[in-house]
């Protein structure tokens, strides 16, 4: 009887200290450490609870960092690579995964929802260049030991609520809402007919805005080499170089000058960080504000 007591409680004990590893395992997979901030930095975690971050937080695979209008956010990550954060942009940790001695378990995946952003290549795009992407709503960005700016730039909301108004105006031209619903036209050979010049209007794009950037991803390579690709195409771009891709339906292309791309972060954002997200460094202090 006593000896299957023991056996019970042996079980036990082994079934709590294998819990116990699970948990620490989960809680040891830190990406990354925020070294630099000029403003307010958020993280939506994959549970959905929302943190304020502030310098020495840890980031995860699975957070998605948010930066306010004025801020800039400095991370880096425990491979030594850097990604440096725009303000007004969305950035996403789908997945980082790095253990010195074990290559093949490398991951770094990226998405650009929103904004700007700078990356610098750290030990994983150095052995494992392929593991590397960035994903973007119009492609996605591979590297060959880089450091690069990419830039999303959002169709303006005054863009949209114009274009609308454009069709509409275009659409009662023929005839007000008791029209027929408007099909798609292929091109007409001239002379064309003046009924139909509102309706091509309103099937064709508005007009971009004087000054205003047309929407797509920019990217700009400081030193080393980029392969932007999508379904309609794959172009590659060297240092001092300039790129745009506007949608996913049209490949990337070469600019021959620099496209409006600005990235001036604080002059502290320059400077060496002393390794906080070291390899092997240890668990930095912090202390964030959960929001649930």
């Known amino acids: 009887m006593n000896q299957l007591r023991n056996s019970i409680a042996i079980r036990a004990w082994l079934l709590l200290v294998l819990c116990?590893?699970?948990?620490?395992?989960?809680?040891?997979?830190?990406?990354?450490?925020?070294?630099?901030?000029?403003?307010?930095?958020?993280?939506?975690?994959?549970?959905?609870?929302?943190?304020?971050?502030?310098?020495?937080?840890?980031?995860?695979?699975?957070?998605?960092l948010v930066t306010e209008k004025n801020t800039y956010a400095l991370v880096k990550f425990i491979?030594?690579?850097?990604?440096?954060?725009?303000?007004?942009?969305?950035?996403?940790?789908?997945?980082?995964?790095?253990?010195?001695?074990?290559?093949?378990?490398?991951?770094?995946?990226?998405?650009?929802?929103?904004?700007?952003?700078?990356?610098?290549?750290?030990?994983?795009?150095?052995?494992?260049k392929?593991?590397?992407?960035?994903?973007?709503?119009?492609?996605?960005?591979?590297?060959?030991?880089?450091?690069?700016?990419?830039?999303?730039?959002?169709?303006?909301e005054v863009s949209v609520a114009a274009r609308q108004a454009w069709r509409m105006a275009s659409t009662a031209a023929l005839g007000g809402s008791d029209a027929a619903p408007l099909m798609p036209l292929r091109p007409l050979p001239p002379p064309l007919p003046p009924q139909l010049l509102p309706l091509l209007l309103a099937q064709g794009p508005l007009p971009p805005s004087p000054g205003a950037r047309a929407p797509g991803l920019y990217v700009q390579v400081i030193d080393g080499l980029i392969h932007v690709a999508n379904p309609a195409g794959t172009s590659s771009f060297s240092a001092g170089q300039f790129g745009f891709t506007p949608s996913f339906k049209a490949p990337p292309v070469l600019l021959p000058t620099n496209p409006g791309i600005q990235f001036t972060p604080p002059a502290a954002f320059s400077a060496p960080t002393n390794g906080s997200a070291a390899i092997g460094g240890n668990k930095a202090k912090t202390v964030d504000c959960e929001v649930r």
């Open 130 to 156: 392929e593991r590397f992407e960035l994903k973007t709503p119009s492609a996605t960005i591979g590297i060959r030991g880089t450091t690069f700016i990419a830039e999303w730039e959002p169709e303006a």
């Open 20 to 64: 116990c590893c699970g948990s620490l395992a989960l809680a040891a997979q830190v990406a990354g450490t925020v070294t630099q901030l000029s403003g307010p930095l958020l993280a939506r975690k994959a549970d959905g609870a929302v943190k304020i971050l502030s310098l020495k937080s840890e980031v995860e695979s699975g957070d998605t």
């Open 79 to 128: 491979d030594n690579s850097e990604i440096t954060l725009k303000p007004g942009t969305t950035f996403k940790i789908d997945n980082f995964s790095f253990d010195a001695g074990k290559p093949g378990g490398d991951a770094a995946s990226f998405s650009l929802v929103k904004g700007g952003l700078r990356s610098l290549t750290g030990l994983l795009g150095k052995r494992s």
